[in-house]
């Protein structure tokens, strides 16, 4: 019944800046820990960030001080801010809820491709 759609990705040159987006419907967005997942061709995918229901937002250590994860809880929305990007952020990243409430269900999205090259 959850269901999150991503979107926002694109194309941008190192240094640029790209925001995006993750829509949640199906269910009470405000009881989900959201989270931004990245994965690249050949790798594994690997945690960006996370943001609880208050807002508070934690990041890796590869995107810290880059990257910003914040939420718009009556708008269902969670929001991947990135900045200075450079060539290794290249992946698709993925939208990812978790009920830590309840059930301890999660869900993901669909992914949206983030190239950064000149």
């Not at 194309?11 to 989900?32: I, R, T």
């Not at 594994?44 to 996370?50: A, H, I, Q």
């Not at 929305?77 to 290794?88: G, H, N, R």
């Amino acid at each position: 019944q959850v269901q999150l759609v991503e979107s926002g990705g694109g194309l941008v040159q190192p240094g640029g800046s790209l925001k995006l987006s993750c829509v949640m419907s199906g269910s009470a967005f405000g009881v989900y820990v959201m989270a931004w997942y990245r994965q690249a061709p050949g790798k594994d995918r690997e945690l960006v960030g996370t943001v609880t229901n208050a807002g508070s937002a934690e990041y890796a250590d590869s995107v810290k001080d880059r990257f910003a994860i914040t939420r718009d809880n009556a708008k269902s929305t969670v929001y991947l801010q990135m900045t200075d990007l450079k060539p290794e952020d290249t992946a698709v990243y993925y939208c990812n809820a978790q009920d830590r409430y309840l059930t301890g269900q999660w869900y993901w999205g669909q992914g949206t491709q983030v190239t950064v090259s000149s």
